[in-house]
């Protein structure tokens, strides 16, 4: 990865402040400290006419201070050392010797040293800590531009051009951003990388999914880290610097700060954008129910025309010819279907507008098992139908009319999608609080991938069909099984099938004064027409 011009000042800037300093930096610091001392002789020199030893020890003393402010630990040591050296070879006699003359003077040279050195320590000290807060004033306030930066992002992209700034100005690195798409899969959004590089952030991905440690390069060169937000993980970034040389523990500190501001944004952008699709869909899902309901109305009017036009062709004087008869039967079947479709359209209009009112009684459901099956009793006549509805059923709260429409529309949907001879199953029993219906037929069955989609609107089994329909049945059955706060699925059929699960809540039916228990009094009348 090859570094910009902002990356490369970004790292002489890291490399400036760090702790460790270059060796030629460390040779011209102590240069600099032996170059102060010098100074300070000079000084010195003019002065000592008018000053004592002991004064002039002061001058060297300050010039430690200097050094130690300017240079840090290592060159004041130097500058005391050397001050005493040069106090003692200048200024004490005799004279350019290491000879001291008299021993009050190794006394002096001690204190200088002493103090000195715990001056020059002191302030070394102070500098380094100075220099730590500015270090620290500098990381908070970049990481503050970062989180102001990728507060306003609203795109993967922006993210990312945020972190390689963030990168190169703090650590001197380039990266490279993955990010976790809807179908958890990986999608590059910038830098540059390779094969092997994209194999170790998929594989961050997965062991940071599976709770395990996040993928590292042991010499310190690229750090992959996965991006863990508060609900899951959003993406990967991948770190190289370049020298290779080892991650400070404060560098480890700052990147791990940054990776949480990186998916905290990300996670931001992603329910973003599913808040965006779901705003779209809703819109769209309300425009093409207003469509379908203007539609509807406008069909209604003409197809009752045409329906009662193809039966009068069929009453008329001379009798028509067998092949006008079956056209017209013909015309008829075709107008009752498309009337069928468009009264489906406008339940399922009225129903998730919430204008449609349930007339809900309690009632036993075997009284609209038997309605929907004589519905439907031309289209099963050729079919062996098997009902088991057991005597101690309770009563359930329904509105009868669109639950026996929902009955109507799954035996439609055996009729359609299962062999001519083949048997259809209707069941009955109490599961829970709940009594379910069960409708099975014998055709190909639906994949368990597909049966949450099967209850969308305008969703086949079959794509593209002979077998007459749009896909509104098994909607509009949601629909209104909603409303009664119940339930529909499709669930496996033992020895293949369909098999649709119908669930309404029980509840508690209403006691009638001075009458006995509803269902114990069916279950009575059951077991004397059986008797009988």
């Not at 309605?371 to 099963?380: I, K, R, T």
Request: charged share 20%.
């Amino acid at each position: 990865m090859p570094y910009s011009a902002g990356v490369m000042q970004g790292h002489v800037d890291t490399m400036s402040t760090s702790p460790r300093t270059a060796p030629g930096s460390r040779w011209r610091a102590y240069a600099g400290a032996a170059g102060v001392c010098i100074g300070a002789a000079g000084l010195a020199w003019p002065l000592e006419p008018m000053l004592d030893t002991v004064s002039l020890a002061l001058v060297f003393i300050v010039a430690v201070v200097l050094a130690a402010a300017r240079f840090g630990r290592g060159p004041a040591t130097l500058a005391a050392g050397l001050s005493v050296l040069l106090l003692n070879m200048l200024f004490v006699p005799p004279r350019l010797s290491l000879a001291v003359s008299e021993e009050r003077f190794y006394f002096t040279f001690g204190v200088m040293l002493v103090v000195g050195l715990l001056v020059g320590q002191l302030t070394a000290g102070l500098r380094a800590q100075a220099q730590a807060a500015a270090d620290r004033e500098r990381r908070v306030r970049s990481l503050y531009d970062l989180s102001r930066e990728l507060g306003t992002a609203i795109a993967p992209q922006q993210v990312f051009d945020a972190a390689a700034r963030f990168a190169g100005s703090q650590l001197g690195a380039t990266t490279a951003l993955w990010v976790r798409n809807r179908l958890d899969v990986l999608e590059h959004v910038g830098g540059s990388v390779d094969e092997p590089l994209a194999a170790r952030a998929r594989l961050a991905l997965q062991r940071e999914v599976a709770a395990q440690p996040v993928v590292d390069d042991p010499a310190g060169q690229v750090l992959v880290l996965a991006l863990r937000a508060t609900m899951a993980v959003r993406g990967v970034l991948a770190i190289r610097r370049l020298p290779v040389r080892p991650w400070a523990q404060e560098e480890r500190r700052l990147l791990d700060t940054c990776t949480s501001l990186l998916a905290g944004a990300l996670e931001r952008i992603h329910y973003i954008e599913v808040a965006q699709a779901s705003a779209v869909e809703i819109a769209d899902e309300r425009l093409r129910n207003s469509l379908l309901s203007a539609i509807s109305h406008d069909l209604r009017t003409p197809l009752a025309s045409l329906v009662g036009l193809a039966e009068s062709l069929q009453l008329t004087r001379p009798a028509p010819t067998p092949q006008q008869a079956e056209v017209a039967a013909a015309m008829a079947a075709t107008a009752r279907r498309m009337s069928a479709l468009v009264g489906k359209l406008l339940d399922m209009a009225r129903l998730e507008a919430g204008t449609e009112r349930l007339d809900l009684q309690w009632q036993p459901i075997e009284e609209v098992v038997g309605a929907a099956l004589a519905a439907m009793a031309v289209p099963l006549r050729q079919r062996p139908v098997s009902v088991d509805l057991p005597q101690d059923l309770p009563l359930v709260r329904f509105d009868a009319v669109l639950i026996e429409r929902v009955l109507v529309n799954l035996l439609e949907n055996a009729v359609k999608y299962s062999p001519d001879d083949s048997a259809i199953e209707l069941a009955a029993c109490v599961d829970g609080d709940s009594l379910v219906l069960s409708v099975r037929d014998h055709g190909p069955g639906v994949p368990a991938a597909r049966r949450t989609a099967m209850f969308r609107k305008f969703e086949r089994g079959t794509r593209e069909s002979a077998t007459p329909g749009v896909g509104l049945g098994l909607a509009l059955c949601r629909a209104i099984l909603e409303a009664h706060a119940g339930r529909i699925e499709l669930a496996d059929a033992p020895g293949g099938g369909t098999r649709v699960l119908v669930g309404l809540p029980l509840g508690t039916a209403p006691a009638m004064p001075g009458h006995e228990d509803p269902t114990e009094a069916r279950a009575d009348d059951r077991a004397d027409q059986a008797s009988a």
